[in-house]
Structure formats: C-alpha cells, structure tokens
C-alpha cells in the first residue's frame, strides 16, 4: 500500500480570514485561534500584516509568544508582506519563522497595479529574497494572480527565487477564476521545473476553492492555504475544514490535523468572526448529517454504509433522523419509537399525511412537542403538549 504523501496546511484565517468586509478580530480571539489551531496539529499559520502598524504587530507578536509558551510549541508561523524593503523591516522581531512576500506576476497587475515591468519584478525578487533571509526569515514567494500569468514569466519568478534562497512559491488563484483542470496543468508545469515547496492558494469566488486544491496536491502542490469556514476576501477561500476532510477520506494526501477538533475550531471562529454558515454547510453545517427522505432513512437503516460517503463520527458527530415531507413509514416508526411511542403501518400512514401539510406550513423539521402533538392530533396517543409547539 502506497503511503500517502505529507501536505503542509498554512492556515490564513488570521490574515486572509480577516480580511473578509466586516470581520475583525481581536488580540486575544487572534491568540484563542492560534493555539486552538497548534492543539489540532495545524503545522503553520499566517497570523498578519505587519506593514498595517503597531496595533497589528502587537497582536502578531502576542501570537508568536502563546505558541512558542504552549506545551507543543509546534505551530510555526508567517506574515504576510509585500516585495518591499519596508515591509520587511516591519516583521523584525515579532518571533516570525516565515514571510510570504507578494508580488504581483500577471502582466495587467504587472502594468495596472505596479506600474512596472517584468524585469523589474524579477530584480526585486531576487534582491528582497536575500534581504529577508538576510534577516533570519524563511521565504516564500508569494505570486499574486498567478491564475492570470503567463506560464513563462511564472517559471521564470519561481527560478529567480529559488536561485534566491527562498524555499516556497505560492501560486494565488486571486480572483478564484480557476477549475480543477487548469490548476492541474499550471501546477504541474511549475512542479516539473521547479524543486521549490509549492503552495497553493485558493478563492471561492466560482465555489472551486477546495476541488481547486486537491488538484493542487494531485499536480505535485506540498503545501495549501486555508480558513476556518472559508473566510476571505469576497466568497472566501478554501475552507480549513473541507480541505482537510476531503484529504483524508479520499486518501489523497496526510496533514497531521485532528479531524475531531476542526469543529470546536470552527465554531469559535464563527462566534470571533460574527458569521453564519449555511445548515448545509459541508462538514460544520448543524444539517449535513441529518435526514428526512424516506428513500435514505429506509437505506440507512437497512446498512448504513447504503447512505453514508464517510462517517460522521470523523469530525465527532453523528447521523440524526427527523421526520418531514419526505419521510416514509419506516422513518416514522423509527423516530417515534426513539420517543417510545410504538405505531403500527396504518397509524404511521396516518400521520404521514399529516407531516406533509405540517411541513409545508411550518418550513422546518418537527420538534418531539410538535411529533407528539401529531401524533396525538390523528389519535395515536393521548398526551399533553404544549401550547406553542407550531412556533419553532
């Protein structure tokens, strides 16, 4: 059995998870997050700017201090900066192990952004990589809008900062404009010439971030970026959680994360972040483990396997049943024996008609007040209930 390759996440849900329009987090939830992350496994985080100022580099340096004083002390960290010399100087002695310097490689930022030249870019790179590790940092090479570069200024970027010193390029699908099959071919034409650490860098913006990096890692990517419930610029980036799930339960690729804890770490984040995700949120959504239709009840309880692509029990969760619109006679007899409440066929076929009108009126799964007032509104049992089952 072939072992399954390491990939390396660099979770950026204190930096690019930040930058989403609204959320703003404070020190001390900066720091809660990071040492939730390094208890998890998580083996890198980008944690901040410190071009933005003081305030910013205090929060950076609170994060490096909690994480080098925790026990595991395992959880190295970056800042994010652009190719300048001010920037660089700005992440001086905040206890940063990495900085990602950015530089735009697609000729229209080229040209509109900067102002400048590929020949420019290239001299810089090479002079402000030396600099960086001049100064003790490890450097990655940050290519911003890397999906709309052309392939030979690309390897040209990742060969000058190799001959540089830098020991990773990170390819930025900016504007989330990418599909699996381009990345695929763009990774891997920079894998093929390039011996460089390569890292992928994913936006939601067409809700491709995730397949996005797993073909990233299929095409020879050793290391991914990250947030918690795929926070980010515009629709987001590829979400920590889903990442890393899919890795595992399709065996592509081994991270080292403890799967149980990603949902404590998201729920928090969600809580710091002021967000909500859908119920159909992949791996954290309250509804992703939960059925109604009668077709898969039936399946599930036959062999769980029938409707199950991986175990809810990865991320420390579990199936639940409820009943609705779709339910059948043996979801029915199910949920109500768990209430101890014991039906025979007609009776469940009685109050399958009246789930549908229920359903239909009250746009939500009923409750066990509501199940029992069903139940007792077709005769099945008599029981008291309380006044306000319809409100939930």
Same mark, same amino acid.
């Given at each position: 059995?072939?072992?399954?390759?390491?990939?390396?996440?660099?979770?950026?849900?204190?930096?690019?998870?930040?930058?989403?329009?609204?959320?703003?987090?404070? /020190?001390?939830?900066?720091?809660? +997050?990071?040492?939730? %992350?390094?208890?998890?496994?998580?083996?890198?985080?980008?944690? @901040?700017?410190?071009? %933005?100022?003081?305030?910013?580099?205090?929060?950076?340096?609170?994060?490096?201090?909690?994480?080098?004083?925790?026990?595991?002390?395992?959880?190295?960290? %970056?800042?994010?900066?652009?190719?300048? *010399?001010?920037?660089?100087?700005?992440?001086?002695?905040?206890?940063?192990?990495?900085?990602? +310097?950015?530089?735009?490689?697609?000729?229209?930022?080229?040209?509109?952004?900067?102002?400048? /030249?590929?020949?420019?870019?290239?001299?810089?790179?090479?002079?402000?990589?030396?600099?960086?590790?001049?100064?003790?940092?490890?450097?990655?090479?940050?290519?911003?809008?890397?999906?709309?570069?052309?392939?030979?200024?690309?390897?040209?970027?990742? *060969?000058?900062?190799?001959?540089? @010193?830098?020991?990773?390029?990170?390819?930025?699908?900016?504007?989330?404009?990418?599909?699996?099959?381009?990345?695929?071919?763009?990774?891997?034409?920079?894998?093929?010439?390039?011996?460089?650490?390569?890292?992928?860098?994913?936006?939601?913006?067409?809700?491709?971030?995730?397949?996005?990096?797993?073909?990233?890692?299929?095409?020879?990517?050793?290391?991914?970026?990250?947030?918690?419930?795929?926070?980010?610029?515009?629709? @987001?980036?590829?979400?920590?959680?889903?990442?890393?799930?899919?890795?595992?339960?399709?065996?592509?690729?081994?991270?080292?994360?403890?799967?149980?804890?990603?949902?404590?770490?998201? !729920? &928090?984040? $969600?809580?710091?972040?002021?967000?909500?995700?859908? +119920?159909?949120?992949?791996?954290?959504?309250?509804?992703?483990?939960?059925?109604?239709?009668?077709?898969?009840?039936?399946?599930?309880?036959?062999?769980?396997?029938? &409707? !199950?692509?991986?175990?809810?029990?990865?991320?420390?969760?579990?199936?639940?049943?409820? $009943?609705?619109?779709?339910?059948?006679?043996?979801?029915?007899? /199910?949920? &109500?024996?768990?209430?101890?409440?014991?039906?025979?066929?007609?009776?469940?076929?009685?109050?399958?008609?009246?789930?549908?009108?229920?359903?239909?009126?009250?746009?939500?799964?009923?409750? *066990?007040?509501?199940?029992?007032? +069903?139940? !007792?509104?077709?005769?099945?049992?008599?029981?008291?209930?309380? *006044?306000? &089952?319809?409100?939930?």
């Amino acid at each position: 059995m072939n072992k399954r390759p390491f990939v390396r996440v660099n979770d950026t849900t204190l930096r690019d998870g930040e930058q989403t329009p609204g959320v703003a987090f404070t /020190t001390e939830e900066k720091v809660r +997050l990071a040492l939730m %992350m390094q208890a998890a496994g998580v083996p890198e985080l980008e944690i @901040g700017i410190p071009a %933005m100022g003081a305030q910013e580099q205090h929060s950076i340096q609170a994060i490096t201090a909690a994480l080098r004083a925790s026990q595991l002390n395992s959880t190295e960290t %970056m800042a994010w900066c652009r190719m300048t *010399e001010f920037d660089i100087s700005q992440a001086l002695n905040l206890g940063l192990d990495w900085v990602d +310097l950015s530089t735009p490689v697609s000729r229209q930022q080229i040209r509109s952004k900067l102002n400048s /030249t590929p020949e420019h870019v290239l001299a810089r790179t090479d002079r402000l990589v030396k600099q960086a590790l001049d100064f003790g940092f490890k450097v990655c090479v940050g290519m911003e809008d890397a999906s709309r570069a052309d392939m030979d200024l690309l390897l040209s970027v990742a *060969e000058v900062a190799e001959r540089a @010193g830098a020991s990773r390029i990170r390819f930025a699908d900016t504007l989330g404009i990418l599909e699996p099959f381009k990345t695929q071919q763009m990774i891997g034409e920079l894998r093929r010439h390039s011996e460089l650490e390569i890292e992928m860098h994913a936006h939601n913006d067409l809700g491709l971030a995730t397949a996005n990096t797993l073909a990233a890692i299929d095409a020879g990517a050793t290391s991914i970026n990250t947030t918690a419930n795929g926070l980010g610029e515009r629709a @987001g980036n590829a979400p920590l959680e889903e990442v890393v799930v899919a890795l595992n339960v399709l065996s592509k690729a081994d991270t080292g994360i403890d799967l149980l804890q990603l949902p404590l770490i998201c !729920q &928090y984040a $969600l809580q710091a972040s002021g967000r909500q995700v859908s +119920l159909q949120k992949a791996i954290i959504g309250a509804g992703v483990f939960t059925h109604e239709s009668g077709i898969h009840i039936d399946g599930l309880l036959k062999d769980i396997n029938n &409707y !199950q692509g991986f175990s809810p029990s990865l991320v420390g969760r579990e199936h639940t049943l409820v $009943l609705g619109k779709h339910s059948g006679i043996s979801a029915i007899s /199910t949920v &109500y024996r768990n209430l101890g409440i014991e039906l025979d066929e007609q009776q469940c076929q009685l109050l399958r008609a009246t789930l549908r009108q229920w359903s239909e009126t009250h746009k939500c799964s009923p409750d *066990e007040v509501a199940l029992r007032a +069903l139940a !007792q509104s077709v005769a099945i049992i008599n029981c008291p209930v309380g *006044e306000d &089952y319809g409100s939930n």
